[in-house]
């Protein structure tokens, strides 16, 4: 049986990259290229006809749904976006399945094994299900707060999954849907979106400082005010961090 040819669609390049760190699972799924707008996943479409396409929803020049309104020939096609209401939108074009950001590896394989057992362009059964409950998902509401906070995180590398000591992050930085673990020996990309890796880590330890920043306290040298609210943070390796002033009353506390 030859692979299939599989091509990705997303504008974020972390997102592609845990699309491809997440095939590595699957040595007859053959990536063929990688697009980042559009306009430019219609003319690779067109010429390298991929049987499977990974399509996000928004995009700069063309949406999803826009890209597969100008194709003659449409490949089955997995949606992979943050959005959980364009779910509707995406099984009326048929889609073989709708992957809700950030997904963890055992969902993407759902999805990748509906593809290869070649089911039908309709929504099936347990996809239906799948519709429900994506539509009565409320994607905003506060997650319950951890009994405990884990010592370590499980980031792809890969075929595989490696731990990464908590007591290793120095910061967290946000990469669109996911997130950069920053420690002292390397980075990690984890599936994980910054607001998401917030809940998980113990705010004792831990502050959000911007928007796009998670810190370690422990790492934390010293702070500049910047003259309009907010502050420059510097680590313990020279590294500069950017505190917005929207965020700057949380360091009230450290401050003597």
Do not use: W
Not at 206 to 230: I, K, Q, T
Request: net charge negative; with cysteine; charged share 20%.
């Amino acid at each position: 049986m030859s692979a299939l040819t599989t091509l990705l669609v997303d504008d974020e390049e972390p997102a592609r990259l845990i699309i491809r760190q997440y095939l590595a699972d699957f040595p007859q799924v053959q990536i063929i290229g990688e697009c980042a707008n559009g306009p430019d996943a219609v003319e690779t479409i067109g010429r390298l006809r991929p049987e499977l396409i990974f399509l996000d929803v928004q995009m700069p020049g063309l949406s999803g749904f826009e890209v597969l309104a100008r194709l003659e020939v449409v490949p089955r096609v997995i949606f992979s976006t943050a959005y959980n209401y364009y779910a509707v939108n995406a099984f009326e074009a048929g889609a073989v399945d709708y992957l809700l950001k950030p997904y963890d590896r055992a969902r993407f394989r759902q999805a990748v094994d509906r593809a290869l057992q070649q089911l039908s362009a309709g929504p099936d059964e347990a996809l239906q299900r799948l519709l429900l409950q994506l539509q009565t998902a409320i994607p905003l509401a506060p997650a319950a707060a951890p009994a405990a906070y884990p010592p370590r995180l499980f980031v792809p590398q890969g075929p595989r999954l490696v731990a990464v000591p908590v007591d290793s992050i120095r910061y967290a930085e946000a990469a669109g849907d996911y997130c950069t673990l920053h420690t002292g020996t390397g980075r990690h990309l984890s599936n994980l979106g910054i607001s998401q890796l917030q809940e998980r880590l113990d705010p004792a330890r831990f502050l959000r400082v911007h928007r796009s920043y998670l810190v370690a306290l422990n790492a934390v040298r010293e702070l500049e005010r910047d003259g309009n609210g907010g502050y420059y943070l510097t680590l313990d390796d020279s590294q500069i961090l950017r505190v917005s002033r929207s965020h700057a009353e949380a360091l009230r506390p450290l401050l003597g």
